[in-house]
């Protein structure tokens, strides 16, 4: 393929230089990684690509030899490619606690390594995926390179786009305030959570054709009988709990103390009105979170 680019990890990070960012955690032996806890993980991935598989069609799994899922968290993508693949599927990242999840609960080979310096030789894979992984990069484009490094045909990524998720809910305020909390999110954030569809463009500046693009919405429901989950995130709402774990990257934007502060209290006071329909049982709650799968060659030799 023209344009190719087959570089060593070095070149790599000599030609994306990774920014600085107060937002992201510097850890000594990896710069500059959002952390994610591995129940945060299980809850957000329940049921995704339960329903449908179709978007990953591209990805000819039934044909890959050797997977690298980069960013692989605590494993549930790499399930999913493990039950459709006849291949060797290794998963891979920078959080040690979250691989040995990945291990003991979803049985994934895992490996730690940074997705700017992939620990493994040029061309050993036929597929490298990522999912939700670029949205959290200061620069995606470096990472798109770096596995294209590793991979002999196919790269791909698996990516939201966090600005269109749509919620609906029987407490009529939750929609409009969760827009409103996600906003100021976006705005604080530092990197493009809302990356999804413009995937492409990480691929065309790391010099990769892009093949396909396909969409897959998770959607995530709570409705009665309500799980013990769903009643920790209902109190978390009304006692702003929730918010305030967000309060750091909330700030960073353009949202002020005070902003902040009329919307935690508007927060709770949806919270309590949550906690009250649950007691009835006349809660309901759908979230819509749009994936965009994007797929690309690496080589076309
Ligand atoms: C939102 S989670 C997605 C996890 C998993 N792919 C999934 O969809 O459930 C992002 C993951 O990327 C990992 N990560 C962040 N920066 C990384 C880097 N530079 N190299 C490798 N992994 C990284 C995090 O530790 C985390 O597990």
């Given amino acids: 393929m023209p344009g190719r680019k087959k570089c060593s990890s070095a070149t790599v990070a000599k030609a994306h230089p990774v920014r600085t960012d107060p937002l992201l955690l510097e850890t000594p032996q990896y710069p500059f990684v959002r952390e994610f806890a591995a129940e945060y993980l299980r809850r957000t991935r329940e049921g995704m690509w339960d329903d449908s598989r179709d978007a990953l069609a591209p990805l000819a799994l039934e044909s890959r030899e050797r997977i690298l899922d980069v960013g692989c968290g605590t494993g549930e993508l790499s399930r999913v490619l493990a039950a459709e ?3 060797t599927v290794i998963g891979c990242d920078v959080d040690s606690t979250l691989l040995e999840t990945a291990r003991t609960r979803n049985g994934v080979s895992a ?3 940074n997705a700017l310096e992939l620990p493994f030789p040029d061309d050993t894979f036929d ?3 990522c999912q939700a992984l670029l949205i959290n990069l200061p620069d995606p484009a470096a990472a798109v390179s770096e596995f294209a490094r590793v991979s002999n045909d196919l790269v791909a990524a698996i990516e939201p786009d966090n600005a269109a998720v749509e919620i609906a ?6 929609e409009r305030l969760e827009q409103r909390a996600r906003q100021a999110y976006l705005d604080g954030v530092g990197t493009d959570v809302t990356l999804g569809s413009d995937a492409n463009e990480a691929f065309e500046s790391a010099g990769l054709e892009v093949c396909e693009t396909r969409s ?4 995530r429901t709570i409705s009665p009988p309500y799980e013990e989950h769903a009643l920790t995130v209902a109190r978390r ?3 702003g709990a929730g918010l305030a774990d967000d ?3 909330l700030l960073a934007g353009e949202l002020t103390e005070a902003e902040y502060g009329d919307l935690r209290s508007s927060w709770r006071e949806m919270g309590r009105r949550v906690i009250d329909q649950m007691q009835t049982e006349a809660y309901r709650r759908s979230e819509r979170v749009p994936f965009y799968v994007t797929v690309g060659r690496a080589d076309d030799r």
């Fill in 237 to 239: 709402k009304a006692t």
């Fill in 111 to 113: 490996v730690a390594g």
């Fill in 85 to 87: 693949s006849p291949g």
């Fill in 247 to 249: 309060r750091e990257t």
């Fill in 169 to 174: 809910s029987s407490v009529d305020r939750e």
């Fill in 127 to 129: 597929l490298v995926v």
């Fill in 216 to 219: 897959y919405d998770h959607v």
